[in-house]
Nanobody, 115 residues
Framework: QVQLVESGGGSVQAGGSLRLSCVASGRILFINTMGWYRQAPGKQRELVASIGRGVSTNYEDSVKGRFTISRDNTKNTVYLQMNSLKPDDTAVYYC?????????WGQGTQVTVSS
């Protein structure tokens, strides 16, 4: 079993910042890609950012320059630093990891940005 526990969500005003964390535990031998997705009401889940085992990162266009993804392999943790938040960033944010045993999702954490 693999568990992902997310934290750091909340409500902020536009222009504010939040830092999301996702800690993976359980039967994990090797984590490849780690990523953050989000799903707003009435919309499909979309990739926000991902990070490979090394330093390679990928960002959705609307968050480039505002969000930064990072990981700590010693703690099986992935972070998402979100700055200059906009109301359009309001969504449930999910972390996802790809391991040698398969892909796993977190339970989601709500991020609400008010104007």
């Amino acid at each position: 079993q693999v568990q992902l526990v997310e934290s750091g969500g909340g409500s902020v005003q536009a222009g504010g910042s939040l830092r999301l964390s996702c800690v993976a535990s359980g039967r994990i031998l090797f984590i490849n890609t780690m990523g953050w997705y989000r799903q707003a009401p009435g919309k499909q889940r979309e990739l926000v950012a991902s990070i490979g085992r090394g330093v390679s990162t990928n960002y959705e266009d609307s968050v480039k320059g505002r969000f930064t993804i990072s990981r700590d392999n010693t703690k099986n943790t992935v972070y998402l630093q979100m700055n200059s938040l906009k109301p359009d960033d309001t969504a449930v944010y999910y972390c996802k990891i790809a391991t040698s045993f398969g892909d796993y999702w977190g339970q989601g954490t709500q991020v609400t940005v008010s104007s």
